[in-house]
T-cell receptor, first 116, second 112 residues
Framework: DADVTQTPRNRITKTGKRIMLECSQT?????MYWYRQDPGLGLRLIYY???????NKGEISDGYSVSRQAQAKFSLSLESAIPNQTALYFC???????????????FGPGTRLTVL | KQEVTQIPAALSVPEGENLVLNCSFT??????LQWFRQDPGKGLTSLLL?????REQTSGRLNASLDKSSGRSTLYIAASQPGDSATYLC???????????FGSGTKLNVKP
């Protein structure tokens, strides 16, 4: 089973709709992240959480909100989706002393979101 | 703000060649640098992580180097294979401890 899972994997929605993307992890990591990837722009950080009570804005948080329901779950919401939020969204985890080194990041498979 | 650049954006080589991918960053005050591989429609797979105190890391045919003072990292792939075809991304952590910054990637095509 995958260590970091994301649901849904693909979603098409209309402008103005509320959308929630979910991320779950079995790695036992405290730190979780949401990124979006756009062609030619690389990955940009939306929000990150260092534990259940710690939520921080990233580089491009406007139009997004998050919820850390448990250590293993981190959800990203688009309150009112707009077309320029069409992108590939990734969830990632890391830990201070995880396998592979200090703060190595592990990514989920991504959610492809299209806003019409 | 930290900026990460990867050149070239795309690279095509024949099978068996050794090759180098480049990553540069503007602020040398980093905590670590990580190289990833991304296959079409897939997530990112971690390849190598180099701590700021290290100069290089090796895994199989891959070797990554880090020169913090010049703001550069390279990923060396030995004896390339068609299965190496993918987009390679580098990411740095810092100077803000809480932030990761990604390059836009180098798309590698290894021709049989």
């Amino acid at each position: 089973d995958a260590d970091v899972t994301q649901t849904p994997r693909n979603r098409i929605t209309k402008t103005g709709k509320r959308i929630m993307l979910e991320c779950s992890q079995t790695k036992g990591h405290d730190r979780m992240y949401w990124y979006r990837q756009d062609p030619g722009l690389g990955l940009r950080l939306i929000y990150y959480s260092f534990d259940v009570k710690d939520i921080n804005k990233g580089e491009i948080s406007d139009g997004y909100s998050v919820s850390r329901q448990a250590q293993a779950k981190f959800s990203l919401s688009l309150e009112s989706a707009i077309p320029n939020q069409t992108a590939l969204y990734f969830c990632a985890t890391s830990d201070l002393s995880g396998q592979g080194g200090y703060n190595e990041q592990f990514f989920g498979p991504g959610t492809r979101l299209t806003v019409l | 703000k930290q900026e990460v650049t990867q050149i070239p954006a795309a690279l095509s080589v024949p099978e068996g060649e050794n090759l180098v991918l480049n990553c540069s960053f503007t602020d040398s005050a980093i905590y670590n640098l990580q190289w990833f591989r991304q296959d079409p429609g897939k997530g990112l797979t971690s390849l190598l992580l180099i701590q700021s105190s290290q100069r290089e890391q090796t895994s199989g045919r891959l070797n990554a180097s880090l020169d913090k003072s010049s703001g550069r990292s390279t990923l060396y792939i030995a004896a390339s294979q068609p299965g190496d075809s993918a987009t390679y991304l580098c990411a740095v952590r810092g100077p803000n401890f809480n932030k990761f910054y990604f390059g836009s990637g180098t798309k590698l095509n290894v021709k049989p």
